[in-house]
C-alpha cells in the first residue's frame, strides 16, 4: 500500500513540473517566429534586379541603407556582397519609423553687394585765346600739323596753296553719304604751333591723319612754322 501511494505521489509532482515548464522551443523555432513576425511588419519588397546594390535601392525607396540591413539580416551589413538577382527583399516596414538622412542643403546665397563707385566726371574747361574773329572757350585737341597742296576738297571747294585752310583728321571729320554736307565743312579752327597762330578754314579730309592731327595749307602751316621742317606738333580749339 505504501508503495501504491509513492508511485502516485511521484507521478503527480511530474504531472506539475510539467505544467509549470513546457518544453523549451528549438533554435529553427525562433527563427521561423522572427521570419513570420518580419514579414508581417515589412510594408513592401523589391525584387532585385541585375545592377542594383544597396546603395541604389535604399536611394530608389527613400530609404537609408541602415533601414535596408535592418530589414533584410540576410544581407551582409557594409560589404552588400550577397545580393541576389530575383530574390525580395523588404524595402518599407509599417511598424518601423524610418531612419532616412535628410541632407538639407542650404543654399548659401551669397549677396553680392556691387557698390557702384560713382566718379564724378570733372570735366576741365580750357579756356582758349579769343581770335579777332569773336572765338570763344571750348575743347582743346593736339596732334601733328602737316601741310599740303590744296585743291577740290571732299567738302566740295577748291583752294590753292594761299588760302587759309585745313583738312580735318579722318576720324574727327566723320563718314557722311554726301561729303559735301558733312557739318564740320566750313568750320574755323585756331591752331597754334611753335611759331605763332593762325585761324583755318575746314575745307578737306586727311585720310591718313590721326584723331587731333591738321593737314594745313603752306600759307597757313608758314604761319606757326617752317616749311622745311614738314612736321610739327599742334594744339587747337573750335573758333
Not at 541602415?66 to 560589404?79: A, H, K, M, V
Not at 518601423?96 to 538639407?104: P, V
Not at 584723331?211 to 621742317?229: E, N, R, V
Request: some cysteine.
Amino acid at each position: 500500500m505504501k508503495t501504491v501511494q509513492f508511485l502516485i505521489t511521484a507521478l503527480c509532482a511530474s504531472f506539475s513540473v510539467a505544467l509549470a515548464s513546457p518544453a523549451p522551443i528549438t533554435d529553427r523555432a525562433v527563427e521561423r517566429r522572427a521570419f513570420f513576425e518580419k514579414r508581417g511588419s515589412c510594408s513592401k519588397t523589391y525584387k532585385v534586379n541585375s545592377g542594383d546594390t544597396c546603395s541604389s535601392i535604399a536611394k530608389k525607396f527613400h530609404i537609408s541603407v541602415n533601414n535596408l540591413y535592418d530589414w533584410n539580416s540576410s544581407i551582409n551589413r557594409g560589404s552588400c556582397n550577397n545580393l541576389h538577382i530575383g530574390q525580395s527583399y523588404c524595402v518599407s516596414q509599417s511598424s518601423t519609423k524610418r531612419t532616412t538622412t535628410k541632407k538639407s542643403a542650404k543654399k548659401s546665397t551669397k549677396k553680392t553687394t556691387k557698390k557702384a563707385s560713382t566718379k564724378k566726371a570733372t570735366t576741365k574747361k580750357t579756356s582758349t585765346k579769343k581770335s579777332s574773329g569773336g572765338g570763344g572757350s571750348s575743347q582743346s585737341f593736339a596732334g601733328d600739323g602737316t601741310w599740303f597742296n590744296p585743291g577740290l576738297g571732299s567738302c566740295g571747294v577748291t583752294n590753292d596753296d594761299n588760302d587759309m585752310i585745313a583738312a580735318l583728321n579722318a576720324p574727327q571729320m566723320g563718314s557722311y553719304p554726301n561729303p559735301n554736307n558733312n557739318p564740320n565743312c566750313g568750320k574755323y579752327a585756331m591752331v597754334h604751333g611753335p611759331k605763332g597762330s593762325v585761324r583755318v578754314k575746314i575745307t578737306d579730309t586727311c585720310p591718313p591723319c590721326l584723331k587731333g592731327s591738321l593737314d594745313l595749307s603752306p600759307a597757313a602751316f608758314a604761319k606757326i612754322a617752317d616749311l622745311s621742317t614738314g612736321r610739327i606738333h599742334i594744339t587747337w580749339t573750335w573758333d
